[in-house]
């Protein structure tokens, strides 16, 4: 690849950008030069023939002016009627600036939980494809107004990155308002820009802040960090850049932080489980169990548990950790948390001969599991 340019991003024929707050706000609200700015670019790279996914986020922020809030509130229920008024503000907005363009757009509004169940995921799915067909942007957020502080993305750099993989977007560009990832503080006036990420190994030494600097998103540098690495070990190019580059970034100019591609595309279902699912409690495996499913890629079975912590039900996430408490994999148990200590130690064939066919089932199928 060249320097001075990311052929692949330039080249891609359906890229998902996504926003955050702070990008899009000037003094705690919602600035509409900055959505014209964004939508003007994203309009000129669909007038050259592309695809875009806009995932965004804002509908919090535009909804504290209505409603009287000084500050982001922190309570899930303020948070929750803030999104609520926000959310239907923020779309009509996006629909007036990209009208402009003779552009429409249309709203989806997903949770973590859709990204999950697979009638849910495939249903989100066809929406995006059918959306696009119709020549229709996809203007995305998570859907704060149900999503729980358990079961949610946690922010919408993390969405991005699965909307990207749901949608088989051949590109991913995540906005900040810092122009890039640097090893340290870029406010110190000492931290360095890293112009190209090939690979977990280059972020040893960088530390990346978690907040952004309006205060207003829920993410940071680590997060846009995090989802980027999903992107890629997905197969998906990702540039993390300031958003007022944006139209550098969508035509593949030298911009920000590139993140090349590090593996291939998984299912959906274990992108989530890997990188976005909030374990519910533990499982505790011996030495042989944990060589069966890290080794040999088996499913887990009753015989191989040692402990069990946490309350969760059939089909939640749950780690699988060896003997010292470290987590070795993830995966949706089969069994709720209160069934596992009385068969653990047990083979299958015993318990299906003393308590029915139906304890003749994996703890954790190996379809249903990731190595961490």
């Known amino acids: 690849m060249h320097d001075e340019a990311r052929p692949d991003i330039a080249a891609s024929p359906r890229t998902v950008v996504k926003i ?39 509908a919090i922020a535009t909804g504290m002016a209505p409603l009287g809030l000084k500050k982001r509130p922190r309570d899930l229920a303020t948070q929750q009627a803030a999104a ?11 629909t007036d600036a990209f009208s402009r363009h003779r552009l429409g757009v249309g709203q989806v509004l997903l949770t973590a939980d859709d990204l999950m169940r697979r009638a849910h ?16 942007l996809p ?32 590109a991913l560009i995540l906005l900040s308002d810092v122009d890039g990832l640097y090893d ?17 190994g280059d972020l040893a030494n960088v530390r990346a802040g978690r907040t952004g600097a309006s205060g207003l998103g829920r993410g940071g540098m680590s997060t846009k960090v995090d ?17 007022r580059d944006v139209g550098k970034a969508l035509a593949g100019e030298k911009t920000g932080t590139y993140f090349a591609p590090t593996g291939q595309r998984q299912s959906t279902r274990l992108l ?10 533990t499982v505790k495996l011996d030495p042989g169990a944990v060589e069966a499913v890290i080794d040999r890629r ?17 089909g939640d996430p749950v780690d699988l950790t060896d003997e010292r408490g470290k987590p070795v994999a993830r995966g949706i148990v089969s069994y709720a948390a209160k069934e596992l200590p009385s068969l653990m130690g047990r083979s299958t064939r015993w318990l299906s001969a003393r308590l029915g066919p139906e304890y003749e089932r994996e703890v954790v199928h190996r379809d249903d599991l990731v190595i961490l």
């Not at 249903?123 to 696009?132: G, K, P």
């Not at 989530?272 to 409690?281: E, F, N, S, T």
């Open 272 to 281: 989530w489980l890997a990188h976005a699912a909030v374990a519910r409690g």
């Open 298 to 314: 088996a499913s887990l079975l009753p015989a191989g548990i040692t402990a069990v912590t946490g309350s969760f039900e059939a």
């Open 184 to 200: 340290g503080d870029p406010r110190n006036g000492n931290a360095i820009r890293i112009d190209m990420v090939t690979g977990p």
């Open 139 to 170: 203007v995305v957020n998570e859907n704060d107004t149900v999503a729980t502080d358990e079961i949610r993305f946690g922010d919408n750099d993390r969405l991005a990155a699965l909307v990207a993989h749901v949608s088989r977007a051949s």
């Open 84 to 94: 609520s008024v926000g959310q239907g503000l923020l779309i009509a907005r996006y």
């Open 121 to 136: 995921y495939r249903n989100a799915q066809r929406t995006l494809e059918r959306l696009l067909e119709l020549n229709v």
């Open 20 to 58: 955050g707050s702070s990008s899009l706000t000037r003094n705690g609200a919602i600035d509409d030069a900055r959505i014209v700015a964004l939508t003007d670019a994203i309009a000129a790279r669909v007038g050259r023939g592309h695809q875009v996914l806009l995932v965004s986020s804002g």
């Open 227 to 243: 989802s980027a690495l999903i992107a890629t070990a997905a197969g998906i190019p990702t540039v993390v850049t300031t958003a």
